[in-house]
């Protein structure tokens, strides 16, 4: 089977790290018929005006699933985040995070194995702001709704299900936000007592953060709205490594897009140095998205053990290979793999 799926390559780093990716892609055997959609962001406000065509929006709705390199967003000024565009525009509503120890990747904690899930439509970022200009006020106003609760909490807990994990941390500020927080709070208890098998507790933001500096390794899911879930995602990538590790998506009834949750590096973009570790793991969750598991599997454990022999890192790994070699000896690993699985011998039953 050919799938077809959007490229968005992105801008600063984002074509380097994003062309190694579809390399260790095509080393797993799957086939995938690329649409590519080179302008977004700074590249399509200087042709177009926008930052995201609706030629973009067009090409994910009839594809359905996109890979995306990180985009550059302008800080305080410029235009709104491509990244926050897609998600509302495209209503998907949940952003999934997972963090996980890696071989060979130096950190202060071991036996990392965390996932973040973040409403992704509503909250802080639903973009509901005024500005007083006589008395120079801004408020910004959280919108938290039964529905995006509902769907956000009943997704994490699917996927404790789906994937044997034994936990959902709900956070909040109930103490607080009693009516909005309340509210998250509330229906994830009542959706709760439909998983009986997954064993549900809820934090306060702060505390929360606390406990994961402190023992991440007591909690699995943790599913949070919007600002919390942006905070405590970036907080978990810390505990593995950093941003340059860790996998990103976005997924929607309808749609999905896979992305590298790092930014764009301007500063060292076209030279070759990129990890592209991030969006590589971001494929993995491609792949089991759209059904190939046996590629995901490949994919994942040539990454691994690259990470393991440690002699092909980037310079962000403590290695000084380029971004070209580290993807070309994940691809040997794949290689080395498929042909193992090709000439290994078949195994009979006897009666």
Not at 119 to 126: A, F, K, Q, V
Request: charged fraction near 25%.
């Amino acid at each position: 089977m050919t799938h077809r799926i959007t490229l968005i390559p992105g801008d600063g780093i984002g074509p380097e790290v994003v062309g190694a990716t579809v390399n260790v892609l095509e080393a797993t055997g799957v086939k995938i018929d690329w649409e590519r959609c080179e302008e977004v962001g700074l590249a399509a406000m200087e042709t177009v005006g926008e930052p995201l065509p609706e030629a973009v929006l067009d090409s994910i709705r009839k594809n359905r699933v996109a890979l995306k390199g990180p985009v550059t967003t302008p800080v305080g000024k410029g235009f709104k985040s491509v990244n926050v565009q897609l998600r509302q525009k495209l209503d998907l509503h949940a952003n999934v995070r997972p963090s996980a120890t890696l071989p060979g990747v130096q950190t202060r904690f071991e036996n990392v194995d965390l996932v973040i899930f973040r409403e992704n439509t509503e909250g802080l970022y639903s973009g509901i702001e005024t500005f007083d200009e006589r008395l120079q006020i801004a408020d910004s106003t959280a919108r938290i709704t039964r529905a995006g609760s509902e769907r956000i909490i009943r997704f994490a807990f699917e996927h404790a299900r789906a994937n044997g994990r034994k936990q959902v941390t709900l956070v909040h500020k109930a103490n607080i936000l009693k009516k909005s927080s309340g509210l998250f709070l509330d229906i994830g208890r009542e959706i709760a007592k439909e998983y009986p098998e997954v064993d549900f507790n809820d934090r306060i933001i702060d505390n929360m953060c606390m406990q994961l500096v402190v023992h991440p390794e007591r909690y699995d899911c943790i599913v949070a709205t919007n600002l919390f879930g942006d905070i405590l995602s970036d907080l978990v990538a810390g505990l593995v490594g950093g941003l340059g590790v860790v996998a990103g998506a976005n997924i929607g009834t309808e749609y999905a897009v896979f992305e590298a949750v790092h930014g764009s590096a301007p500063d060292i973009a076209g030279q070759n140095k990129a990890n592209p570790t991030a969006l590589i793991l971001s494929a993995e969750m491609m792949l089991n998205h759209i059904n190939e598991k046996e590629a995901a599997k490949l994919l994942r454990s040539g990454l691994m053990d690259v990470l393991k022999e440690g002699s092909h890192l980037t310079g962000d790994l403590g290695g000084s290979s380029s971004t070209t070699e580290f993807a070309e000896r994940i691809i040997y690993f794949i290689n080395q793999r498929r042909t193992e699985l090709q000439t290994s011998p078949l195994e009979h039953s006897t009666s």
